[in-house]
C-alpha cells in the first residue's frame, strides 16, 4: 500500500520530521504492506534501537535504527562505531525511504517472451531458480562452465569470497568487480608489489597534499575522512587541494591549486625536482629502500637513465608550469614546503587517476612519498591488517571445474591493451560480442549498475543483448537490469545479514555487521543464500563446497576465527586505540566471553569488531617486489611489457617494442618507460574545452538517484535541484557568449547534451564540469527522466595500462542552445 511520508510520519507521532521538497513540490511516496500499516496503527508503541551497517554505499558506516513496535521509523550513525562516529551521510540518513520504496522489486520476475511484450512476468523463487540452475547444469553436463560470467560491483570480505568460491567450484574463471574503482591498484602494484590500496595517516600528518582526490565528497568512506578532517585545527594540519574544479574538498582545504586535467603527474614530477634540486629528500629512505633513483650502469656497460636525473632534465618549474597551468611560483612554495613540514603526506585519486595516463600520473604522485620516506611511520602510509576470519579453506575441483578454470578469462584483452589487468569493461564487452575466446551464455550481474556508468554504453548493452540468460541480483529496476531475463531481488540491508570489513584506506582492520532489524517487507533473498541455493541445486563437487545451509552459518564460521584470535575489541563507547594497546601489551584483551554465542550476541548489539593495533612488518612485507624495495623502476612494468614485446613478434626486436609501445599509447622511450613520468593525453586538437565530471555525495555513482529527497540535495551548492549543470568559468562563459543559467548544447565527437550554464570561478578556465549520477533512463520513478549523464557524450577511452575508464579525456564545444 502506497502512503505518503509525512502519513507515515503521523503513524508514529513524529511529523516534525516530515519535509517538503522543493520547487517540484513533491511529496515522496513510500510503499508499506498492510500488516505494518495496521500494526503501526494499532500496536503497542514499543521503541527499540538495533545497530547495523549502511549499505547504501560501500563506505562502511555504522547505524543505529530506530524501530517502534518493530518496525524502522528512523536512523542516525552509531556514535561507538569507529568510523563513522556517528556521522551519516545524507544517502545514509535517507535509509528508511530506500527500505520503503514504492519501486523496489517485490519477489522474482522473469522476461515475458510473449509475442509483441517486453514487459515482465512475476514467478515464484523455485521457478526463477530452476531456469536458472537448469542452464548452468546444462553447460557443467557439455564440459562448458567457463561460459558463465559474474560482474559483481564493490562487495568485500565475506561476500566476495563466498562467489569466488562459487565460480571456482562451478568452473568459471571469470568473477570481475565492475566498480568506479576498478584497477585502481595497478600503480601501487608497480612500484610496492601491493594488490591492495594504502591507508593514509591523516590524523598524524602535518601538511596534506592531494592530488585530485575528492576525499570529502567522493571518497572510499567520505564521512571517515570528514572525521579526520574535522581534527585539523587542533592538529595545525594544513590541506592543499589540487584540483581543475573547487569541490567540496577544495573548499575545506587551505589552498586550492587549480590545474589542467591530465597534467596531475607532471605537476608533481615538479614538485620532485623541488625536493631533488634543494636536497629535501629522505637520503637514508632513497639510499636502503628505493631502486631506480639514481642512474646505473648494467652488466654490458650500458648506462640507464634514473629517476633523480629524468626528473632533473625534463620537469622543472617552467616546463611544468606549461604542461599544467599552474605557475611556477606555486610549483617552488608547494615543494619546499612539502620538504620542509614533516610528516607531510601525498594522496592521489579521482581527477589524477582517471585519465589515459592515470597509471604513470599515480606513479608520480606516489613518488613523492617514496622520496619522503613515508612509508610504515606516524603520519605516512601503511598497509593494514586482514581481519582473522576463520572457515576459508582451498575449493577442491573435480575434472570439469578444472578445465574450465584453465580456460582464458573473459575480461582478459586479446590483443596488447590492459597488460597489467585481468578485467577492464571494454575487453568483456568486445569478447562477448565476438564470442571469442568464448561464448558467454549466462551472466550474473550483482550491485551498481554497469550499463550506466559505462563508457561504450551502446557495446555494452549489444553485449548484455547477445547474452542468452542474464540473471540480475537487484532490488530496483535500472538501465543494467533492463536487460536481464531473470530477475533476482536481493534483501534491503536492513532485512539481512551481513558484514563490510576493511573498507578501502580505512586506516584499521575492522569488521561491520548487518543484521535482519525487520522481517523481509517483500519477496526477497539474500544473494548469498541464493548463491547458496544454487549450489546445491547444481550437486556433485559444487554443492560439496557449500556445507552449510545459509549465509548466516557462513558469517557465523568467519566470526568464529575473529573470536579464536583473541585480537581486538568489539566496539564499545570509551574503548579506544591507546586503552587497546595498554592492555595488549600487558596480556590482556577487551571483553572475555565464555562462548561464542556471548560474543556474536555482543558484535551484534553493538555493530561490530576493530582491531586498531598493526602487526609489526618487515621491509619484506611492506615492499613485495622482487627487490623488496620501493621500485621507482618498475620491474613488473618492465616484465609485463616484454612479454607482450615476446607475443608480438616472437624475437623481442625494436620494431615489435615500438609496435607495443605505440598500442598502449606510451609516448616515452627508452628507461623513461618503467619511471614514473607525464604521458600527453591524445585530446581533439579541434575542441576547445576539457569535459570532466565529479560525484555529489548524496548521489554517489548514481543509486542515490532513485530517492526524492536526495534529488532535491542533488545541486543544493548551486541551487539547481532535480537536475543537472555545467560549471564554466567566467572567462570561458564570455568568449563562449554563455551567462549563468542559460541553456548550452555540450558537444563531443561521440554526442551531445542539453543543460544549464553555472558560470563559477571555481573551476579551471577552459574547463567544462558536469556532474554524474543524473540523467536515467529507468531506476524508479523518481530518477527517471531527471538530469543528463556526462559519461553518454565522452570518448570510450581507456587507461591503456590498467583498463580503468578514462572519465577526462574527452574534450567539447559548447554553444547557447535555441
Same mark, same amino acid.
Given at each position: ?5 509525512? $502519513?507515515?510520519? =503521523? ?15 513533491l ?26 551497517i ?16 518493530g518496525?524502522? %521509523? ?21 535509509a ?7 519501486d523496489r ?6 522476461k ?13 523463487? $523455485?521457478?526463477?531458480?530452476?531456469t ?15 561460459? %558463465? ?9 565475506l561476500? =566476495?569470497?563466498?562467489?569466488?568460491r562459487f ?8 568473477y ?47 564521512i ?8 585539523h ?18 573548499? *575545506? ?8 586535467p ?30 631506480? #633513483? ?10 640507464? %637513465? ?17 604542461l599544467?597551468g ?22 592521489? $585519486? ?6 589515459? *595516463? ?13 622520496? /619522503?620516506? *613515508?612509508?610504515?611511520?606516524e ?5 593494514v ?23 582464458d ?33 549466462? /551472466? ?11 563508457? *561504450? ?14 540473471v ?35 586506516g ?16 526477497t ?15 556433485g ?28 575489541a568489539?566496539v ?39 582491531n ?8 619484506g ?5 622482487r627487490?623488496?624495495k #620501493?621500485?621507482?623502476s ?26 607495443v ?9 627508452g ?44 545541486g543544493?551548492?548551486?541551487?539547481r535541484?532535480w ?23 555540450v ?10 550554464? =553555472?558560470?563559477?570561478?571555481g573551476?579551471?578556465p577552459? %574547463? ?31 587507461d591503456m ?6 572519465t577526462?579525456?574527452?574534450?567539447v564545444?559548447i554553444?547557447?542552445?535555441?
Open positions: 500500500m502506497e502512503i505518503k511520508r509525512r $502519513d507515515f510520519l =503521523k503513524l508514529f507521532g513524529s511529523l516534525s520530521g516530515a519535509v517538503v521538497l522543493g520547487e517540484y513540490a511529496d515522496e511516496v513510500m510503499e508499506l504492506p498492510e500488516g505494518i500499516i495496521e500494526l503501526a496503527k494499532n500496536g503497542p508503541g514499543v521503541e527499540t534501537w538495533q545497530n547495523t549502511c549499505g547504501l554505499c560501500p563506505a562502511g558506516c555504522g547505524m543505529r535504527i530506530r524501530l517502534i513496535d518496525i524502522p %521509523v528512523y536512523v542516525k550513525g552509531n556514535p561507538i562505531y569507529p568510523i563513522n562516529k556517528g556521522g551519516l551521510c545524507p544517502l545514509g540518513l535517507n528508511l525511504h530506500s527500505l520503503y520504496h514504492p522489486l517485490k519477489r522474482p520476475m522473469r515475458n517472451q510473449s509475442a509483441g511484450t517486453s514487459g515482465w512476468e512475476d514467478v515464484s523463487w $523455485d521457478e526463477a531458480l530452476k536458472v540452475s537448469d542452464k548452468l547444469v546444462e553447460l557443467r553436463n557439455t564440459g562448458k562452465p567457463h561460459h %558463465v560470467a559474474f560482474l559483481g560491483h564493490e562487495e568485500n570480505g561476500m =566476495k569470497r563466498l562467489i569466488e565460480m571456482q567450484a562451478y568452473g568459471s574463471p571469470n570481475y568487480q565492475c566498480s568506479s574503482a576498478q584497477n585502481n591498484v595497478v600503480p601501487y602494484a608497480l612500484l610496492h608489489g601491493h594488490t591492495t590500496m594504502p591507508t593514509y595517516d591523516i590524523l598524524n600528518a602535518r601538511l596534506i597534499v592531494s592530488f585530485g582526490s575528492n576525499f570529502l565528497e567522493e571518497g572510499y568512506s567520505p571517515y575522512y570528514t572525521k579526520l578532517y574535522s581534527h585545527e587542533e592538529q595545525r594540519t594544513r590541506y592543499v587541494q589540487i584540483e581543475s574544479r573547487l569541490s567540496l574538498t577544495a573548499a *575545506n582545504a587551505d589552498q586550492w591549486v587549480p590545474i589542467l591530465g597534467t596531475y603527474g607532471a605537476l608533481a614530477l615538479g614538485l620532485a625536482y623541488v625536493l631533488i634540486r634543494e636536497e629535501l629528500y629522505d637520503k637514508e629512505f632513497v639510499q636502503q629502500r628505493m631502486v631506480g #633513483f639514481e642512474d646505473r650502469v648494467d652488466r654490458s656497460g650500458t648506462r640507464h %637513465v634514473g629517476f633523480k636525473n629524468m626528473v632533473l632534465g625534463n620537469y622543472y618549474p617552467e616546463k611544468v608550469e606549461e599544467t599552474v605557475p611556477s611560483s606555486v610549483i617552488l612554495q608547494l615543494g619546499r614546503e612539502i620538504g620542509n613540514t614533516r610528516p607531510s603526506l601525498v594522496i592521489g $585519486d579521482h581527477g589524477a587517476i582517471d585519465n589515459t *595516463n592515470g597509471t604513470y600520473s599515480a606513479m608520480a604522485v606516489h613518488s613523492l612519498n617514496a622520496l /619522503l620516506g *613515508n612509508f610504515e611511520k603520519g605516512g602510509i601503511f598497509f591488517d586482514e581481519p582473522p576470519f576463520g572457515g576459508f579453506k582451498s575449493v577442491p575441483l573435480d575434472a570439469t571445474a578444472r578445465k574450465g578454470r584453465s580456460q578469462p573473459i575480461g582478459l584483452s586479446k590483443g596488447n591493451a590492459f597488460p597489467l589487468t585481468r578485467f577492464s569493461i571494454e575487453s568483456f564487452t568486445k569478447n562477448v560480442l565476438s564470442g571469442t575466446p568464448y561464448p558467454i551464455d549466462v /551472466l550474473f550481474v550483482l550491485g551498481g549498475n554497469p550499463l550506466f556508468s559505462a563508457l *561504450n554504453q551502446k557495446e555494452f548493452s549489444q553485449a548484455l543483448q547477445k547474452i542468452p540468460l542474464v540480475s541480483f537487484d532490488n530496483m529496476l535500472n538501465e543494467t537490469s533492463e536487460h536481464a531475463h531473470v530477475i533476482l531481488p536481493h534483501d534491503h540491508f536492513m532485512e539481512s545479514w551481513g558484514e563490510v570489513s576493511n573498507v578501502t584506506s580505512v584499521f582492520t575492522h569488521v561491520g555487521m548487518q543484521h535482519p532489524v525487520i522481517s523481509r517487507v517483500y519477496d533473498r539474500h544473494t548469498g543464500d541464493v548463491l547458496i541455493d544454487l549450489a546445491k541445486r547444481i550437486g563437487q559444487v554443492s560439496r563446497a557449500f556445507p552449510l545451509k545459509n549465509y548466516e552459518e557462513e558469517l557465523k564460521r568467519a566470526l568464529n576465527g575473529v573470536y579464536n584470535s583473541g585480537t581486538g568489539i564499545t563507547e570509551g574503548v579506544g586505540t591507546h586503552w587497546i594497546q595498554f592492555l595488549r601489551q600487558r596480556g590482556w584483551q577487551i571483553g572475555q566471553y565464555a562462548s561464542f554465542d556471548e560474543f556474536w550476541d555482543r558484535l551484534i548489539k553493538q555493530g561490530g569488531w576493530w586498531p593495533i598493526r602487526k609489526t612488518k618487515r621491509w612485507q611492506v615492499f613485495r617486489t627487490s623488496q #620501493f621500485e621507482l618498475s620491474q613488473a612494468l618492465r616484465e609485463g611489457l616484454d612479454k607482450l614485446v615476446v607475443k608480438t613478434g616472437k624475437t623481442n626486436s625494436a620494431q615489435d617494442r615500438e609496435f609501445l605505440s598500442q598502449l599509447n606510451i609516448s616515452a622511450r628507461d623513461t618507460v618503467f619511471l614514473p613520468h607525464h604521458e600527453p593525453v591524445p585530446y581533439e586538437v579541434d575542441m576547445p574545452l576539457h569535459l570532466i565530471t565529479f560525484r555529489v555525495l548524496s548521489v554517489r555513482d548514481g543509486q542515490g538517484a532513485a530517492l526524492p529527497m536526495m534529488q532535491e540535495m542533488f543544493h551548492s548551486v541551487r535541484y537536475q543537472s549543470w555545467a560549471e564554466i568559468n567566467p572567462k570561458t562563459a564570455e568568449l563562449q557568449h554563455v551567462r549563468d543559467g542559460d541553456w548550452i548544447l558537444q563531443s565527437d561521440a554526442g551531445n547534451l542539453k543543460v544549464k550554464a =553555472k558560470v563559477s570561478e573551476i579551471m577552459n %574547463v567544462i564540469a558536469i556532474p554524474f549520477g543524473l540523467g536515467h533512463t529507468s531506476l524508479g520513478r523518481y530518477a527517471k527522466g531527471h538530469g543528463v549523464n556526462p559519461n553518454s557524450i565522452m570518448k570510450n577511452l581507456y595500462l590498467s583498463g580503468k575508464p578514462a577526462q579525456a574527452t574534450k564545444r554553444s547557447v542552445a535555441t
